[in-house]
T-cell receptor, first 113, second 114 residues
Framework: AQTIHQWPVAEIKAVGSPLSLGCTIK??????LYWYWQATGGTLQQLFYSITVGQVESVVQLNLSASRPKDDQFILSTEKLLLSHSGFYLC????????????FGPGTRLLVL | GEQVEQLPSILRVQEGSSASINCTYENSASNYFPWYKQEPGENPKLIIDIRSNMERKQTQGLIVLLDKKAKRFSLHITDTQPGDSAMYFC?????????????FGLGTRVSVFP
């Protein structure tokens, strides 16, 4: 069975500080991977997607960047956090091969002060 | 791209009755329509989905209908229980680009009262 793990579970960071959030999926090779952001009480906004190692496509940047250094790993980062970055960050995966069902990881809750 | 509208934003229903949520989409090439349930503090969980080759799907007290002509799909929760109280999101695929991901509606907060 596939498992998806996100780290950290939660973070409190200062405005202007750097950020790195991680996502790992086990039990599935060559998944499609996605980053979503959710404001408190809001909808899910897709940020990035990746269909293969080293390749990331941006949907909405929000002054963030993403990388896929390994087949099973997806990283979201920024060098300078803004207050507006606060929210719930969700990684999701889909099987690829034109199968678009997506499953979400547990998420990382971020508060920027 | 895709735009998804979801209504109502808030839905209060009495326990045992039905709850219905409606979504419309713009891109006629969209062909996959999942529904997610999100409880407070949790991640969204896929509860049911429907593809464009179907008009109706049912599982465990949930019914999804798809009207491709009207670009409309809906979720019906039959015999609602307190455990059905949550946020519900509809979504549509990006159409021809399977990899691109989902566009979500703004969500419906469902509250089931005794």
């Amino acid at each position: 069975a596939q498992t998806i793990h996100q780290w950290p579970v939660a973070e409190i960071k200062a405005v202007g500080s750097p950020l790195s959030l991680g996502c790992t999926i086990k039990g599935k090779s060559s998944p499609n991977l996605y980053w979503y952001w959710q404001a408190t009480g809001g909808t899910l906004q897709q940020l990035f997607y990746s269909i293969t190692v080293g390749q990331v496509e941006s949907v909405v940047q929000l002054n963030l960047s993403a990388s896929r250094p390994k087949d099973d790993q997806f990283i979201l980062s920024t060098e300078k956090l803004l207050l507006s970055h606060s929210g719930f960050y969700l990684c999701a995966w889909s099987p690829g091969n034109n199968q678009d069902t997506q499953y979400f990881g547990p998420g990382t809750r971020l508060l920027v002060l | 791209g895709e735009q998804v509208e979801q209504l109502p934003s808030i839905l209060r229903v009495q326990e045992g009755s039905s709850a219905s949520i409606n979504c419309t989409y713009e891109n006629s090439a969209s062909n996959y329509f999942p529904w997610y349930k999100q409880e407070p503090g949790e991640n969204p969980k896929l509860i049911i989905d429907i593809r464009s080759n179907m008009e109706r799907k049912q599982t465990q007290g949930l019914i999804v209908l798809l009207d491709k002509k009207a670009k409309r799909f809906s979720l019906h929760i039959t015999d609602t229980q307190p455990g059905d109280s949550a946020m519900y999101f509809c979504a549509a695929s990006g159409g021809n680009n399977y990899a691109q991901g989902l566009t979500f509606g703004l969500g419906t907060r469902v509250s089931v009262f005794p």
